[in-house]
C-alpha cells in the first residue's frame, strides 16, 4: 500500500524538473477531476465545464511546446475558469468539493506557467486526494469520530489509485523526460479520480 499524500515530497521532485514537465505532472493530476465537475454540472444544472477544458488545452499545448506565457494571458485564463467554481454553500450535491477542486487544480497551474513555483503544481497534485478524501467517506458512510478514519480513507482503492498514478506520472517525467509528456496528456480522457480504472 503507498503512504499518504506527501506535499512536501512532490515539492522537492518537482524542483527537480524541468519547468515544463513539472506542468505536465501537475495537468495530468488536474485532468482527472474534470469528470468530478461534469458530474456536478449534470446534478444541478450550473455552471459549465467549457472553459476548464480550454484551460487544460492552454496548459497541455505550452507544456508540449514549451512555450512560456505571459502572467496576464495565464490569469485571463484562469479567471474564465474561477467564474465557474460552485459555492459551496449553494449546492447540496455530492460533488460540489470535487467540481470546485477541478477549477482550483486548474487555476493554480495557470498561476505556476506565470510564477514556476513548485508548490502551485504540488498544489494541483493535492486536489486530487482531497477530492478522493471527502468522496470516500461520503460513499462509505464513514464517521468523523473513527479513529481509524485516515487509515480507512488511505487505503480505500480510490484512494491508492490516485496516489499510484500520481506516482506513475512523476516517475514517467522524471526517467523519460518530455517523450512522456504526449501519454500524460492523453491520459486526461479516459482516467476519472471517482472510478477504478487501469491505472497502467
Not at 484551460?55 to 484562469?78: G, N, P, Y
Request: glycine share 4%; charged share 20%; net charge negative.
Amino acid at each position: 500500500m503507498l503512504p499518504q499524500f506527501d506535499e512536501n515530497a512532490v515539492i522537492r521532485r518537482v524542483q527537480r524538473l524541468p519547468w515544463n514537465l513539472a506542468l505536465a505532472f501537475g495537468a495530468s493530476c488536474a485532468g482527472r477531476l474534470v469528470s468530478n465537475y461534469q458530474k456536478f454540472h449534470e446534478e444541478t444544472k450550473w455552471g459549465d465545464v467549457q472553459p476548464i477544458l480550454r484551460a487544460l488545452d492552454f496548459l497541455c499545448r505550452i507544456a508540449a511546446s514549451q512555450t512560456a506565457v505571459t502572467k496576464a494571458e495565464a490569469r485571463a485564463v484562469a479567471s474564465e475558469c474561477e467564474a465557474q467554481a460552485p459555492a459551496s454553500e449553494d449546492f447540496s450535491s455530492l460533488f460540489t468539493s470535487g467540481a470546485q477542486d477541478a477549477v482550483f487544480a486548474v487555476c493554480s497551474l495557470l498561476d505556476y506557467c506565470a510564477e514556476r513555483k513548485a508548490q502551485q503544481v504540488a498544489l494541483a497534485a493535492r486536489y486530487p486526494t482531497d477530492s478522493v478524501d471527502l468522496y470516500v467517506q461520503e460513499v462509505e458512510n464513514l464517521s468523523p469520530q473513527d479513529p481509524a478514519l485516515e487509515a480507512k480513507i488511505l487505503a480505500h482503492p480510490l484512494m491508492q489509485q490516485e496516489l499510484l498514478r500520481q506516482e506513475r506520472d512523476l516517475v514517467a517525467v522524471e526517467t523519460q523526460g518530455a517523450s512522456a509528456v504526449p501519454e500524460l496528456m492523453a491520459r486526461r480522457t479516459t482516467e476519472q479520480a471517482f472510478q477504478i480504472g487501469s491505472s497502467q
